[in-house]
DNA sequence: TTGCGTGCAAAGGTTTTGCATGGCA
DNA sequence: TGCCATGCAAAACCTTTGCACGCAA
């Protein structure tokens, strides 16, 4: 699928950013976890597999201004076929993919089709913001 | 305001910022353009500078994945509240970046707050998509 | 055997820090 | 005068590239 050989590698990062589906990954922090779990593998090698793996539309690559260097996440397939029309939330505090069906979101992406000429990819696109939960935790903090 | 003595690099910069309020502006811009009008500046006092502005909330640190560093923006404390937010759209095809300001999102962002509980994230948010140029590009090679 | 994948080292780019100097109040 | 701001140089990062070696097919 993703051509090329197949490699420990390969398979530890791939095994890993699966393990970390919805979640967003640094590259420190599959470094940090590859030396936990003993699993040899080069910076070099991490940025690579990454780089063609966001080319091939597997895994997304974002920034985020609190995380020095970028963020990875893996884009689960099956969801990209089967349901094109729903969004995702996502909490930038407590890291929850939330997915989100919406009669108002479509209505915007027709506006925004007919007004602006844009056509918004729902699988790529991400409402990041603060949830419910954290939200409410946020306002007790604050009393 | 922003405390601390006042300056000929720091009115330059803040006058500079001013002017491309509603503008992203790199690092890199900032400079060039300090150059091109003959004003000193170095590029430690640029960074810090904008450090502090950004702490003190008169600018937007953004972070997007096609430019290489990070953006600022100069946020105007008059219109902080009511049509400053902003949302962008980023062509998947030729990684144009569009500024985006829409009723329809704001109503949008409402909606969620009210019936999901979730506050969006404008900063963060980035709509994905096909913008109107690479889409008539697209349905002429189609055709 | 072929050629891709890996990883070291080095380079490239952005941002921050240390420190001596200069300028504002 | 006291202290903040500046800017150079260097460091600290993050990411990419060159190159030789190893390994998958």
Redesign the interface.
């Given at each position: 699928m993703t051509g090329g050989y197949k490699t420990q590698q390969k398979t530890e990062l791939m095994s890993y950013l699966e393990q970390m589906k919805g979640k967003h990954v640094t590259v420190n922090q599959i470094i940090e976890h590859f030396s936990e779990i003993g699993v040899q593998i080069g910076v070099t090698t991490i940025y690579r597999q990454l780089n063609r793996l966001v080319d091939t539309g597997l895994v997304k690559?974002?920034?985020?201004?609190e995380i020095s260097g970028?963020c990875f996440e893996y884009v689960d397939i099956n969801c990209k076929n089967s349901d094109q029309d729903h969004f995702h939330?996502k909490?930038?505090i407590c890291d929850q993919l939330?997915h989100?069906e919406?009669q108002?979101?479509m209505?915007?992406q027709n506006?925004?089709k007919a007004?602006?000429?844009?056509?918004?990819?729902p699988v790529?696109?991400?409402?990041?913001?603060?949830?419910?939960k954290c939200?409410a935790l946020k306002e007790k903090v604050s009393d």
């Open positions: 690559k974002y920034f985020i201004d970028s939330l909490c930038e939330i989100f919406c108002e979101v209505e915007l506006h925004v007004e602006h000429g844009f056509i918004i990819d790529r696109t991400v409402f990041y913001g603060t949830c419910k939200l």
